[in-house]
């Protein structure tokens, strides 16, 4: 056996601490501009519409699932901090792009679209981020590692847009620079923020982070992609194939988890404009408020885990994880008589309350209160009846939001940290760049595809038809995850190098 010096053991977990800071960051590089992309993009771009913000917003994460298994391929044969730097480096570039997309005369959408596709490319780094995690933990830390990388990634989106709000007191004009031809405002002042912080990362990489590599008992040994000091005695522990049904199923699990967290997060702010009459404003602050609580309990959720887990195992926590967000999501189906209010045009009460469906047999005429508005400038609010479902779909009441908001709230980050978990597990002390870039291609890709589902299902058929069909895809994660239940275990344990 190889013992781990004390020297060796702090210049392992330094690295791994460097590592927490690069996944804090990139996550601050994505929420830090979301609440200001809008009013920016009709800023210096009065031909953009609301399509192509969908468009930006996506284009984070294409860059992400692009970038992913190419830094991580990279990361296996190459010392990590190549693509580490690099890809640090093209976010703080991608940044500074974003603060001058004001200055060409024409076709600034198309800038600023570039410049979030890089920012999400450089966010590709998080693969190489947790195979090295991955790598430099034995069993017994990988859990607490896992979920101290997601903890950070979680303070990261909850970071990001107080770093916004607060960024806002310099104002829409700001201070302008002539000789650099740059407006510092509360649009650019964050973006530059989060390249300041991304160059802080650089020197950090250059200076502390070190290539660590243990095997599952915690002995250390060479990194293929390292000079660094180490034993090639223990190299036997990586013979054995990978049982890549195991991946093949923890990879659908993990895009299924993405997939219902991005459509939570997409159908935050129309369901409650639907169900609850709030105007756009009311909508984004107090939808606001909610998900910077559950990134609070997020966090807290994390720390629990890494305790649970030791006494439960990571496939029971992932399997209660689970079952819980579908608990969620079937509470938010609705089930009363109540209708919401409906957002009818040029009536100046914009709302008509409705408590029974079959009042929809009543002629147009005879609904009350249909008056000619006094003011066209007040903003209709409730259901609209473009959405042909609001006329006959009970409304979702506020304990039921608030509720399935707290269920999604806990269960979502229990299988999003098992998931990375038992994968890095399963893969074993094998390097894992390319595997883990894929994971995070999915994750990205459930990320791009959860606002397109609910932008046609929600709109087209309603929250019954759009939750109920989340139930059903949760539903089939669970039956697949009984399946694949047995082989969901450590690389060592499956060629009996170590006991479950």
């Known amino acids: 056996?190889?013992?781990?010096?004390?020297?060796?053991?702090?210049?392992?977990?330094?690295?791994?601490?460097?590592?927490?800071?690069?996944?804090?960051?990139?996550?601050?590089?994505?929420?830090?501009?979301?609440?200001?992309?809008?009013?920016?993009?009709?800023?210096?771009?009065?031909?953009?519409?609301?399509s192509f913000l969908g468009w930006i917003i996506a284009s984070y994460s294409i860059g992400q699932m692009v970038a992913s298994?190419?830094?991580?391929?990279?990361?296996?044969?190459?010392?990590?901090?190549?693509?580490?730097?690099?890809?640090?480096?093209?976010?703080?570039?991608?940044?500074?792009?974003?603060a001058y997309v004001h200055v060409p005369h024409s076709h600034n959408k198309y800038y600023m679209l570039t410049a979030r596709a890089l920012v999400g490319f450089g966010a590709g780094n998080v693969a190489v981020v947790r195979s090295y995690i991955a790598g430099a933990t034995s069993l017994t830390e990988r859990t607490s590692a896992m979920a101290n990388t997601s903890a950070c990634q979680a303070v990261g989106f909850i970071l990001g847009p107080v770093f916004q709000t607060c960024f806002t007191l310099i104002g829409e004009e700001g201070i302008t620079?002539?000789?650099?031809?740059?407006?510092?405002?509360?649009?650019?002042?964050?973006?530059?923020?989060?390249?300041?912080?991304?160059?802080i990362n650089i020197i950090l990489i250059f200076a502390i982070f070190r290539e660590h590599r243990v095997d599952d008992m915690g002995r250390q040994y060479k990194s293929i992609n390292s000079d660094g000091e180490g034993s090639d005695v223990l190299d036997q522990s990586t013979e054995g194939s990978i049982d890549h049904v195991a991946v093949v199923a923890l990879n659908i699990l993990f895009f299924v988890i993405l997939f219902v967290f991005a459509v939570f997060e997409t159908i935050a702010t129309p369901l409650t404009m639907d169900m609850y009459s709030w105007t756009r404003k009311e909508a984004v602050f107090y939808n606001g408020i909610i998900l910077s609580a559950i990134g609070i309990e997020s966090v807290i959720v994390f720390m629990v885990v890494k305790i649970l887990s030791k006494k439960t195992g990571e496939r029971a926590i992932l399997h209660a994880g689970l079952l819980i967000v579908l608990v969620g999501f079937f509470i938010l189906l609705p089930w009363g008589k109540k209708l919401p209010n409906i957002q009818w045009q040029d009536i100046k009460n914009t709302t008509i309350p409705r408590t029974d469906p079959s009042e929809m047999l009543a002629p147009f005429w005879s609904l009350p209160e249909l008056q000619l508005p006094s003011n066209h400038t007040a903003e209709p609010v409730g259901c609209p009846v473009t959405q042909s479902w609001c006329l006959n779909t009970p409304m979702i009441y506020l304990a039921q939001y608030i509720s399935s908001d707290v269920l999604i709230g806990l269960g979502y980050p229990v299988c999003n940290v098992m998931s990375y978990t038992l994968y890095s597990k399963v893969l074993g002390p094998k390097p894992q760049g390319v595997y883990m870039g894929w994971l995070t291609a999915s994750g990205s890709g459930?990320?791009?595809?959860?606002?397109?589902?609910?932008?046609?299902?929600y709109t087209h058929l309603g929250p019954r038809w759009a939750f109920s069909l989340i139930c059903g895809v949760v539903v089939i994660s669970l039956l697949l995850l009984e399946i694949v239940y047995k082989r969901l275990i450590a690389f060592s344990v499956r060629y009996g190098r170590m006991q479950e």
């Open 446 to 457: 459930a990320r791009i595809l959860g606002p397109v589902f609910v932008s046609q299902i």
């Open 177 to 199: 620079w002539k000789f650099l031809c740059l407006q510092l405002n509360m649009y650019t002042a964050p973006v530059l923020f989060g390249a300041l912080l991304g160059v």
């Open 69 to 98: 298994p190419l830094f991580g391929l990279w990361s296996n044969y190459r010392p990590r901090k190549e693509p580490l730097v690099i890809s640090t480096a093209i976010s703080v570039a991608a940044n500074c792009l974003y």
């Open 1 to 50: 056996d190889v013992v781990e010096t004390q020297e060796h053991y702090k210049s392992r977990w330094r690295s791994i601490w460097i590592m927490y800071l690069t996944m804090f960051l990139s996550s601050v590089g994505f929420s830090i501009v979301i609440m200001s992309v809008w009013p920016y993009l009709q800023k210096i771009d009065p031909t953009a519409d609301a």
